[in-house]
């Protein structure tokens, strides 16, 4: 499992800010999707699954992040450009073995929703949130089991 406290300040914060898209709302949601994919870090491919990094993209959701988000959004393409080099579709392996780039691709998954963020101390709406968005309700995650991992990833 990663140190929460190190991937807040030197994955999530950096990241998000490099992206223009930092808030402290962002930051929670992706701690709590961390924790529940992959148990804070400690799966970095999904067992019996095509999933990969910390937050187990799937490579389907990847590539339509790319063609159907990113390279129609001038700015965002720019910044992830510039910031993690990519001018074409990155290997889908980058999830994998680069934090910041699959820390990117993650907030850039949640930026294709339209509703606001829920508040960074609201559990049961981040719950909600990731449950709705992310998991999706065919996703196995189950909410009791979703909050322990969060819990105990944040755990100093």
Known sequence: ???CTQFRSLII?????RLQLYS??????????CAVESNGGTFVHQVKGPAL?????????YTDIWINFIRSR????????????CNKI??????????????????????????????ANDIDGI?????????????KAKKEESIKKYQDFIKP
């Open 13 to 17: 914060e950096p990241v998000l800010s």
């Open 90 to 119: 990155p290997d889908l392996d980058r999830l994998i073995y680069d934090l910041h780039f699959a820390t990117a691709m993650a907030r850039i998954h949640y930026l294709r929703v339209r509703p606001v963020m829920p508040k």
């Open 53 to 61: 990094g910390i937050f187990q993209i799937e490579p389907n959701t």
């Open 24 to 33: 402290k709302e962002a930051e929670e949601v992706l701690v709590f999707t």
């Open 127 to 139: 719950w909600d949130y990731y449950k709705k968005y992310y998991n999706t309700e065919k996703g």
């Open 74 to 85: 001038n700015q965002l393409a720019t910044l992830m450009a510039l910031h993690f080099g």
């Open 1 to 3: 499992m990663i140190d």
